[in-house]
């Protein structure tokens, strides 16, 4: 049997899927045995639960008048550095190539007396398909993903799309993203009760940080061009304030219609509610929020972008649509609230994928395996 390993995650704390990602990825670690140590500037939102096995380590950022611009990685650097040493860690596992891999690799280089902790590093979408198009990051993400000891990217579209984006050499191993559902606190009925929606009503739900990028717009645009559409209700469990959507929703007509919830930590209630799932993203290297949707057996409506169809199978668990095709989206939309059985098709197979591909112990036993190759490189 493999040794335990001593673990540091370093990811960024806030709603999204790479925050949850890590968490999950780190509990099922802890739960197996291993040490993980997470190291951010604030507790990651989904690390309520205590575990003997789980640590936090804070980043505290100074302000100093001579900087104009206040800096995250040097504070964080240090920090790595000095946990890497106090609990001698096999392996650094950071999300996102900028900052925290620059960061890892600056630590590692405050130890020249070991080439340890090994450092892993996944790209969840924005070092490459944001950033990497920018020259002033461009060069210190390719540097920073070229010196890890393994970069993983999170579909086979970020994989590609890295590629070509950077022209790296270095290998790079897709590791998908998992959900477990967490047992639900509130029935459908209570959920429902208050949303104001009635058990009969069509629920969809879409959940993002509304970012430009997941183009909300489409969705109420969409929405609101459905038929006989009283008895069917928007959902948005907003990870940003959505007050910028909400003249839109009035001149659109449909405030009635679309419930916003702010900053929703327990989102398998909210997900065993509904019916539907929708999102509109122009880019999307994975899609977490489809697949927790998936997870409780409903049908999604999404772009056919990024990495989303390797999430959704097109007519078997979803309906992928073009990216900014409203009128595809809404005929979508439309045919799964009229057809009840079909939505259960749907998001029967939806389930069945997501545990068959995309559940937590597999996907963890790959990062372990990452994990030991890496750090027996150093022994
Ligand atoms: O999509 C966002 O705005 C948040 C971002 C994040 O850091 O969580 O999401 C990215 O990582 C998720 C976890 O791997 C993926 O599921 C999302 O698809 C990805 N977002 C984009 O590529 C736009």
Known sequence: MNRPLRIGVVCYPSIGGSGILATSLGRLCAEAGHDVHFISYEKPIRLNEPHPRIFFHLVSVSEYSLFKYSDYTLPLSVKIADISEEYDLDVLHVHYAVPHATAALLARQMRPETMRPAVVTTLHGTDTTLLGK????????????????????????????TIETFDVKHPIEVIYNFYDPAPVKRGKREVRQELGIADTDVMLLHMSNLRPVKRFGDIL?????????????????????????????????????????????????????????????????????????????????????????????????GLLVDVGDIEAMAQSIQTLVDDAILRQDMGRNGAERAAAYFSGSPIRDQYLKLYYKMCEQYV
């Open 221 to 317: 645009k969409a929405f609101s061009r459905l038929r006989k559409s009283e008895a069917v209700k928007l959902v948005v469990l907003a990870g940003a304030e959505p007050d910028t959507y909400f003249r839109k929703v009035r001149d659109l007509g449909i405030e009635d219609r679309v419930i916003f919830r702010r900053n929703i930590v327990e989102i398998d209630d909210y997900l065993n509610a509904c019916d539907l799932g929708i999102y509109a993203s122009e880019q999307e290297s994975f899609g977490l929020s489809i697949l927790e949707t998936m997870c409780y057996g409903h049908p999604v409506v999404a772009t056919n972008a990024g990495g989303i169809p390797e999430v959704i199978v097109d007519g078997e668990t």
């Open 134 to 161: 920018d020259p002033h990051y461009m060069p210190i993400i390719k540097h920073s993903m070229e010196h890890s000891d393994g970069v993983t990217t999170v579909s086979k579209s970020l994989k590609a799309q």
